[in-house]
Structures are given as structure tokens and as C-alpha cells.
């Protein structure tokens, strides 16, 4: 009976290996968001089995385990599991330091996260690549056989736990595309216990396929054997994978998802994909704005780390790929010329140096075509494709304009006035004509602090009357008390000869020091009003779990305190509702506006007249543009109050890829 039930475990747990391993690479479509953040990791875990710096581990555990019987055999199996787990759960703890140190000081959010880990994950593919090759003598911690003394003269359970504490840290640079992903997601929330948790449900499924394995050496079938009669060739398919993919990482990482558009590759895939055509229809049917569009005018002045120009990004690819093809070619020539390496007499190694003139030929030839297609023909193509469009569309374009903001005191302190004072410019640097009233106002200001605690919605028209003069000038004023110290975003938005025009700058009030986020997913809460007891307001977004580049709904439901719907809610600035929505690292910002359906019509309203009343529902159509944590402030009116109520969505990675750069929307 004990037997049968340990066979039926282990079939079991070799099905959680294979359904995870189908699931991470063929099924695995939908976004990680909330909980699925974990399914992934665990799945992400079970895949790195197959990769040469994990694969070590194998060796360890199978013999241990073997020879002991059931119990104590599974016993010293688990025990060595947890151990690795639990050292390799740490370096989720160090991540999310990191976060919070890059978020605190760097000011770079999440976007700089996910740019050093892709950056560092792409160092050590490329390393660990060539030493695998033997290009370099370069190994990742590797397991060779020997444990310290401290370990060994232990006995029972807690020696495989110790030994499995010491050798957990064997395999956790592999260079396997989900580690940074989930690194930096760990990275952006910043969160110590998060990080551990997740990094540790992650560290479960890189040993359970070694439990699966073990389990069958308790019973007598050593599956280490087929592994290693096909180790090599394993080890050497994976290097040269490694060299192609950590090229990429790297440069992805200290270039960012900027060069990844402006390279031209990633526009390339979505014309193989026909991504755009799908998601242009979905956008012409429902009126929106088509997600995930890359323009020229989004990429000028964008850089990576240091200031490197996007466009030597192609070229670092490039010379990534190339060399360490023409350094195994060297070392091959190299091994050949030494005396040891012309085994099997001259006519062995005259054909061994032909082969290698050939192999020569090729990679000369492959590297010349590499060049010319990644730096010159696709991004050209995009350049050539980008520049069509943006000629086509020049007829309906409104001329460029700045903004030059400015306060007084010029170093503004918290609780006390200060004028905010805002020029807008054409481009020839004269004030710009053509401002037009857009819902009630001639400009709106949005203040946000970069915790989300504070949020105000002001205008030049709240001091009063907007005159001639102000509007020849192009400028506007308007007093402002900000009410802690920190940073705070400053978003502004205009219309233009019908262009409706946003804006957006960053301010620190006092000292700023360290700012964290309160995570809050409440989809329930409880608003102060002014002359009554307040109200709840309930949010939903359908689909549930909201997508990056997808049409999202958000509704809202308000209700008195009692539980009575409020029906006569008036319109705020012509509108429902006004929203601001802005992501965790405060490099997007879009200011839009909810919307109410006709009763007799049934359409959808942006734009009503004072006398309309509606309620208790509101409606709003978004697109979040890339992965992460977002703050969506919304404000609506009831009996001459305006009441701001604020929702943290989490947004998980669109299909087919895996990050989105932000981009500024308007109005």
C-alpha cells in the first residue's frame, strides 16, 4: 500500500511538472496581474530545470535520496528542496530593497528597475554563455561535490537541509527570461514580504521537477542517466541561445523599450502579427484611441542609462552576437594549433583546419548580414514608414507648443501660498494663439503627490475672470498650497485649434526624503462630502484583470450612506466624471472623463448641459499603456459638491509581450 501511494505521488508530481511546463510555454497568454503573479512565477520555476546551472542540483539530490526507503528517503529529498528554497527566497528580499532604494533615490521608478535587472540578467547569460563554450573561464556556483565540515559531520534530516541551504544559491543567475521579469516586478512594489513570498513560490518550482526526479531514485529508477548521456549537447544548445537572448536583455535593460521601438524590430513583429490591424478594428469600433501606437515624436530626446543614444543600441546588439561568435572561432583555431589538439595525426588536422576556414567564411558572412539588417534595413524601414505617417497626417496636426512653468517663492515650502505660474509658447518661443475654452476652463491643473495621499484639480478661473491680456500673454496664474513636503506631479491641459494638449512636470516641495506607496485594491469605499455624511462608491473594471494596450471599462456606482442610490448628481466642468490617471513610477499621466448612456437613446454622454442629472452608474473607457501599479483619482458632483474618490488598479502584461513603454496621452 505505501508503495502504491508513493508511485501515485510521484506520477502526480511529474504531471505538476509537465501541466506547468505546457502552461509556461504554450498557454500562458493571459497577464500575470494579483495572484497570477505567483502561477507564473511557480511555472517560470518548473522550466528552469533544463538549463545546465540547475540541472547540477540533480546529481546531488538523486543520489542522496536513494537506498533509504520511502519515508526517510522522501524526507531527505524534502529537506534538501526546502534548503535551496529558502536561500534562493532571499534574493527576493534583496530585490525589493533595491526597488525601494531606486525608487527613493534614483527617481526613476519602475522603468529603471526593470532596466537594471534586464541589464544585469543579460551580463550573466552572455558570461555564462561563453564559458560554457570555454571561450572564457567564467562558471556560475556550481556544485563539486564536496560539502564544508561544518555540514558534513551532521546527520539526519538536518544535513540535507544545510547542504541544500549551502547549494541553494547554485543556479540563481540562470539566465532564463522570466527572471527579471519577475525580479522587477518584485522591484516595482517594492514590498520585502511580497518579494520573499513570491521569490520563494518561484525557488518551489525549480525544485520540485529535482523532487520528481528524487522520487523516482527512491524507487529505483535513476532518470539522471538520460540527462546526462544528452548533457553536452544541452549545455552547448543552451550557451548559444544564452548569447542571443542575454544580447538582447542587455541591451533592452540600458537602452530601454525606447530603443526597442526606435530599432525597428519590435514594429516589424507587430506587422508579422497583424497586432496593429486587430486592435486598430477593436479601436474604430468602440472610438477610442489606438493603443500601442509608436511615433517619431515620442522617441525625440529619449536616451538609456548615461545618456547613450538610442541608435548605438542597434550596433551594441549587434557586436554582442558577433563577438562571441568570432571568439569560440579563435578559440577553436587556437585549441587546434596546440599540440595536444591535432589528435589522430596531420590529414586530421588539415581537415579540421578547413572546416574551420569555412566556419570562418560563415560567421564572416553572417555578421556582415546581421549588421545590415539590424542597423541599417529595419531601422531605416521604421525611420522611412514612421516619417509617411507622420507627413499624412500633418494637415490635421496643430503646431508644436511649450510650456514654461514657474513658481513663487521658487522654492516652494509646504503650508504656505505658492504662485504657480504657467507660459505657453508656440514654436518660434511667442505666446501661442488659438487657446480655446475645453469643459468650462481655459486650462486645467491637475497636482498629484507621489505617494497618492494628495490630489487637486485647480484653475485660473478659481481666482477669477480669465482677461484679454492673460490670453494674448498666454500665461496663467494661480495660488496653490501644497499641503506636505515631497514630490508632486504638475499636469496640465489645454485645447489647442481643436488638439487637446497635456503637459507634465515634477516639483519638490521641502525636503522630499522617502516616499512609499500604499497598496489599496478596495474595490468598496467610504468619500467625505461636504454637507453630509459622505458617500460609498463602488469600482469595477471589465475585463477583471485589466491588460496593458487594452481597451479597459472602469465603472462606478455612488451611494448614499444609507445605501440609497444617488440619482441627481450634476455635472462637474460639462462632464460625469473627470479622471486622472496616473501609474505607480509617475511616468504616465492621462487626464479623460467618464461618461453616463442616454435613456432613450442608450449612447454614451462625455458632455452634458447643467440641467442634466444622472446617477447612480458612471462609466469610462481607458488604456492603460504599459504593465504596473495605477492611481486613478475621479471626481464627480452632487448638491454643488465636488467629491474626489480615488481606486489603485494593478495592470498586468499584454499578449506578446512582455513590457510596455509609457507614453503621455491626452485628453
Known amino acids: 500500500?505505501?508503495?502504491?501511494?508513493?508511485?501515485?505521488?510521484?506520477?502526480?508530481?511529474?504531471?505538476v511538472v509537465i501541466i506547468g511546463l505546457v502552461w509556461i510555454f504554450a498557454l500562458s497568454s493571459t497577464s500575470p496581474v494579483g495572484l497570477a503573479w505567483y502561477i507564473f512565477s511557480f511555472a517560470a520555476g518548473l522550466s528552469m530545470i533544463v538549463l545546465p546551472c540547475t540541472l547540477p542540483?540533480?546529481?546531488?539530490?538523486?543520489?542522496?535520496?536513494?537506498?533509504?526507503?520511502y519515508a526517510k528517503g522522501l524526507g531527505t529529498a524534502l529537506m534538501f528542496g526546502l534548503g535551496v528554497a529558502i536561500t534562493l527566497s532571499m534574493y527576493g528580499i534583496l530585490a525589493a530593497i533595491l526597488g525601494k532604494a531606486v525608487f527613493s533615490f534614483s527617481g526613476g521608478g519602475g522603468e529603471t528597475i526593470k532596466g537594471i535587472f534586464y541589464s544585469i540578467a543579460g551580463i550573466i547569460a552572455i558570461l555564462f554563455a561563453l564559458g560554457e563554450l570555454g571561450v572564457i573561464k567564467f562558471r556560475l556556483p556550481s556544485y563539486g561535490g564536496a560539502a564544508p565540515a561544518i555540514i558534513q559531520k551532521h546527520q539526519g534530516l538536518l544535513k540535507p537541509l544545510l547542504l541544500g541551504l549551502f547549494l541553494g544559491n547554485i543556479g540563481v543567475g540562470c539566465p532564463h527570461p522570466a527572471t527579471p521579469i519577475i525580479l522587477g516586478q518584485i522591484g516595482i512594489v517594492g514590498d520585502v514580504f511580497y518579494g520573499w513570498l513570491l521569490f520563494f513560490v518561484h525557488a518551489i518550482g525549480r525544485v520540485i521537477p529535482l523532487l520528481a526526479l528524487a522520487m523516482f531514485g527512491i524507487m529505483g529508477v535513476n532518470a539522471t542517466k538520460a540527462l546526462v548521456a544528452h548533457k553536452d549537447s544541452i549545455a552547448r544548445i543552451t550557451a548559444w541561445g544564452m548569447v542571443f537572448v542575454g544580447a538582447f536583455l542587455f541591451t533592452l535593460g540600458f537602452f530601454s523599450h525606447d530603443w526597442w521601438v526606435e530599432?525597428?524590430?519590435?514594429?516589424?513583429?507587430?506587422?508579422?502579427?497583424?497586432?496593429?490591424?486587430?486592435?486598430?478594428?477593436?479601436?474604430?469600433?468602440?472610438?477610442?484611441?489606438?493603443?500601442?501606437?509608436?511615433?517619431?515624436?515620442?522617441?525625440?530626446?529619449?536616451?538609456?542609462?548615461?545618456?547613450?543614444?538610442?541608435?548605438l543600441g542597434n550596433w551594441v546588439l549587434v557586436a554582442l552576437w558577433i563577438i562571441p561568435m568570432w571568439g569560440y572561432w579563435f578559440y577553436k583555431r587556437r585549441k587546434l594549433q596546440m599540440p595536444e589538439g591535432n589528435v589522430g595525426g596531420e590529414d586530421a588536422a588539415r581537415q579540421s583546419l578547413k572546416i574551420l576556414r569555412w566556419q570562418g567564411a560563415f560567421i564572416f558572412a553572417l555578421s556582415l548580414l546581421l549588421v545590415l539588417v539590424f542597423t541599417h534595413v529595419i531601422p531605416h524601414r521604421f525611420l522611412e514608414h514612421k516619417a509617411l505617417e507622420t507627413m499624412a497626417m500633418e494637415g490635421g496636426k496643430a503646431p508644436q507648443s511649450e510650456v514654461i512653468f514657474t513658481t513663487d517663492p521658487k522654492n516652494p515650502i509646504p503650508g504656505a501660498i505658492t504662485e504657480l505660474t504657467f507660459s505657453i509658447k508656440d514654436e518660434k518661443g511667442n505666446p501661442l494663439s488659438g487657446l480655446e475654452i475645453e469643459h468650462e476652463r481655459i486650462l486645467h491643473v491637475q497636482i498629484i503627490s507621489e505617494d497618492f495621499q494628495i490630489f487637486s484639480h485647480i484653475h485660473p478661473e478659481d481666482r477669477g475672470p480669465i482677461t484679454q491680456s492673460m490670453i494674448e500673454r498666454a500665461e496663467f496664474s494661480m495660488g496653490y498650497i501644497f499641503p506636505k513636503s515631497g514630490r508632486y506631479l504638475i499636469a496640465i491641459g489645454y485645447l489647442h485649434e481643436g488638439h487637446s494638449v497635456t503637459k507634465k512636470f515634477f516639483i519638490?516641495?521641502?525636503?522630499?526624503?522617502?516616499?512609499?506607496?500604499?497598496?489599496?485594491?478596495?474595490?468598496?469605499?467610504?468619500?467625505?462630502?461636504?454637507n453630509n455624511a459622505g458617500y460609498y462608491v463602488s469600482f469595477e473594471t471589465e475585463p477583471k484583470n485589466v491588460i496593458a494596450g487594452q481597451e479597459i471599462s472602469l465603472g462606478y456606482g455612488v451611494r448614499q450612506l444609507d445605501g440609497t442610490p444617488v440619482i441627481d448628481m450634476e455635472p462637474y466642468l460639462a462632464a460625469p466624471l473627470h479622471l486622472a490617471i496616473i501609474s505607480a513610477d509617475l511616468s504616465s499621466y492621462e487626464h479623460t472623463h467618464g461618461e453616463i448612456h442616454d435613456p432613450i437613446t442608450g449612447e454614451g454622454k462625455h458632455e452634458l448641459n447643467t440641467q442634466d442629472r444622472f446617477g447612480p452608474d458612471i462609466e469610462a473607457h481607458v488604456v492603460f499603456p504599459f504593465p504596473g501599479l495605477y492611481q486613478v483619482f475621479s471626481e464627480f458632483q452632487h448638491q454643488g459638491n465636488v467629491v474626489v474618490v480615488s481606486f489603485m488598479v494593478e495592470v498586468g502584461v499584454g499578449e506578446g509581450e512582455l513590457e510596455a513603454k509609457s507614453t503621455v496621452h491626452g485628453h
Open 263 to 311: 530599432s525597428g524590430t519590435h514594429s516589424l513583429f507587430e506587422e508579422i502579427t497583424q497586432e496593429q490591424r486587430f486592435t486598430g478594428i477593436l479601436s474604430e469600433r468602440f472610438q477610442v484611441q489606438a493603443p500601442h501606437h509608436h511615433g517619431l515624436e515620442e522617441l525625440e530626446g529619449k536616451t538609456g542609462f548615461f545618456g547613450a543614444p538610442l541608435w
Open 1 to 15: 500500500m505505501a508503495r502504491l501511494l508513493f508511485i501515485f505521488s510521484t506520477f502526480a508530481l511529474l504531471a
Open 57 to 69: 542540483l540533480a546529481f546531488v539530490i538523486v543520489p542522496m535520496s536513494m537506498g533509504k526507503g
Open 508 to 530: 519638490d516641495i521641502g525636503e522630499r526624503g522617502t516616499s512609499f506607496l500604499i497598496k489599496d485594491f478596495s474595490k468598496i469605499k467610504w468619500f467625505p462630502g461636504i
